[in-house]
């Protein structure tokens, strides 16, 4: 059965660090891999989307990697603001999307 | 485009009764889910459908129930609400598949059963 684990839990920075946030899950046999973010009281964006031929993607100061063999990715997060507070969720795509509980991020000035 | 809609934002229903979610999307996306996500858990997949008139099981489907008989309406609804269906209730929606397409998401509908 796929799981999907994600730490920290919950992560607390000053403004302007680089950080990473980390996904693993147990089942390699994924079609894609996909990082969204959740604002309280608010529904997911979908942030990056990597398919499970594909090493990276990048958006602006987030670069996402995906490793399927040793069943990780990395979401990196440049230059930190205190707008990117927020959920940041990961989902596996195997015959549906199979989410990890979160890590809860905040940036404070 | 509106995106997904869904109403209402906020519901408290006693254990027995019964309601709708209603869920709508403008962007004419064939492919449309619900989830609910629990306190401190990931979403987990209810049902979902592929086109109008045709649904199936997600991962938690018991005690829920869904139509599609048209491309922008995806109703879920709670038959004797028991407080285990307290959660926070999510429809998404893509053009093609969840392998394919990234989901789109609503605001949510958070739901209290006492």
């Known amino acids: 059965k796929q799981e999907v684990t994600q730490i920290p839990a919950a992560l607390s920075v000053p403004e302007g660090e680089n950080l990473v946030l980390n996904c693993s899950f147990t089942d390699s046999a994924i079609y894609n891999l996909q990082w969204f973010r959740q604002d309280p009281g608010k529904g997911l964006t979908s942030l990056l989307l990597i398919q499970s031929s594909q090493r990276e993607q990048t958006s602006g100061r987030l670069n996402a990697s995906l490793d399927k063999s040793s069943g990780r990715s990395t979401l990196y997060i440049a230059a930190s603001q205190p707008g990117d507070s927020a959920t940041y969720l990961c989902?596996?795509?195997?015959?549906?999307?199979?989410f990890g509980t979160g890590t809860r991020l905040q940036v404070f000035p | 485009n509106a995106g997904v809609t869904q109403t209402p934002k906020f519901r408290i229903l006693k254990i027995g009764q019964s309601m709708t979610l209603q869920c709508a999307q403008d962007m004419n996306h064939n492919y449309m889910y619900w989830y609910r996500q629990d306190p401190g858990m990931g979403l987990k997949l209810i049902y979902y459908?592929?086109?109008?008139?045709?649904?199936d099981k997600g991962e938690v489907p018991n005690g829920y129930n869904v139509s599609r008989s048209t491309t922008e309406d995806f109703p879920l609804r709670l038959e004797l609400a028991a407080p285990s269906q307290t959660s926070v209730y999510f429809c998404?929606?893509?053009?093609?598949?969840?392998?394919?397409?990234?989901?789109?998401f609503g605001p949510g509908t958070r739901l209290t059963v006492t």
């Open positions: 459908s592929v086109g109008a008139g045709i649904t």
């Open positions: 989902a596996v795509t195997t015959d549906k999307l199979i």
């Open positions: 998404a929606s893509s053009y093609t598949d969840w392998v394919r397409d990234e989901q789109y």
